[in-house]
T-cell receptor, first 113, second 113 residues
């Protein structure tokens, strides 16, 4: 199993550009989440999904869109990048039953200039 | 709504010192609690978790945590730290009826050899 994969690993955008961060998992997990990690602020939940076709907002959803057309994929779209979105983005997947462990991808480091 | 507070932002210890990292959560019902660790340049990985039963939970690498319901706390402990414990530690909470896991702001642990 590859686990949770994310692409790209690094990305630089100009203000106003849009892009999609890709996330895929091969563990057949129903639940997937997107977090952003910023120094001193920990991981903040952007959006999450409890299954194909079902998504919901987390703590900091503004400026981001998600969709979940398949169990495997959960892309995160930045509609119009802003410098405040400079961050490291992590995707995670998990099953809502024991052991409830979230499996994290390697992250995407995004810089918006 | 769920929330998590980690009051220690950066802890510096010498090798063999004892460790205790604080975590307090806010949620009105039954919770599941987690500690994750992120070693430099690596993914987040699960250290330990609490669901029910014995409030003293043992995890990997000699870590343990105690759930104190009356204090809404889930502090992480280790009797004797090693240089290899240098990492960032995150506490997380999931309300038992919730579909999302919320993280605290993290505590950076630096160990002096």
């Amino acid at each position: 199993n590859a686990g949770v994969t994310q692409t790209p690993k690094f990305q630089v955008l100009k203000t106003g550009q849009s892009m999609t961060l890709q996330c895929a998992q091969d563990m057949n997990h129903e639940y997937m989440s997107w977090y952003r990690q910023d120094p001193g602020m920990g991981l903040r939940l952007i959006h999450y999904s409890v299954g194909a076709g079902i998504t919901d907002q987390g703590e900091v959803p503004n400026g981001y869109n998600v969709s979940r057309s398949t169990t495997e994929d959960f892309p995160l779209r930045l509609l119009s990048a802003a410098p405040s979105q400079t961050s490291v983005y992590f995707c995670a997947s998990w099953e809502n039953r024991d052991p409830y462990e979230q499996y994290f991808g390697p992250g995407t480091r995004l810089t918006v200039t | 709504a769920q929330s998590v507070s980690q009051h220690n932002h950066h802890v510096i210890l010498s090798e063999a010192a004892s460790l205790e990292l604080g975590c307090n959560y806010s949620y009105g019902g039954t919770v599941n609690l987690f500690w994750y660790v992120q070693y430099p340049g690596q993914h987040l990985q699960l250290l330990l978790k609490y669901f029910s039963g014995d409030p003293l939970v043992k995890g990997i690498k000699g870590f343990e945590a105690e759930f104190i319901k009356s204090k809404f706390s889930f502090n992480l402990r280790k009797p004797s730290v090693q240089w290899s414990d240098t990492a960032e530690y995150f506490c997380a909470v999931r309300g038992s009826s919730a579909s999302k896991i919320i993280f605290g702001s993290g505590t950076r642990l630096s160990i002096r050899p």
